[in-house]
């Protein structure tokens, strides 16, 4: 049974950084394509980045350019983002996914509970 669980989230100043994990069971997470999603208060979701399976590519939404990175350890089965330089808008519960294939127009079949980010003074 695949299983997702986030944290790291919290309350942090606009300017500051934060670094979310995702650990992952139930599957051999070094196979599979891997998705951070966001969803702000009253929005819809929001994918955020990816990290493709296999090579060191990853992928961003455009306002998170430059600002948040995503990883993966494979011997730990574990995601990463990190967020630096946070922004009120980048506020949201934060969500780990994996994809059940290679590829961006695969489907995320997966997702885990959510670990909220507050960005706020």
């Known amino acids: 049974q695949v299983h997702l669980v986030e944290s790291g989230g919290g309350l942090v100043q606009p300017g500051g950084s934060l670094r979310l994990s995702c650990a992952a069971s139930g599957f051999t997470f070094s196979n599979y394509w891997m998705d951070w999603v966001r969803q702000a208060p009253g929005k819809g979701l929001e994918w955020v980045s990816t990290?493709?399976?296999?090579?060191?590519?990853?992928y961003y939404l455009d306002s998170v350019k430059g600002r948040f990175t995503i990883s993966r350890d494979n011997a730990k089965n574990t995601l990463y983002l990190q967020m630096n330089n946070l922004r009120p808008e980048d506020a949201a519960v934060y969500y780990c996914?994996?994809?059940?294939?290679?590829?961006?127009?695969?489907?995320?079949?997966?997702w885990g509970q959510g670990t909220l980010v507050t960005v706020s003074s």
């Open positions: 990290s493709r399976s296999g090579r060191d590519i990853t």
């Open positions: 996914a994996k994809r059940n294939g290679a590829g961006l127009d695969f489907a995320m079949d997966a």
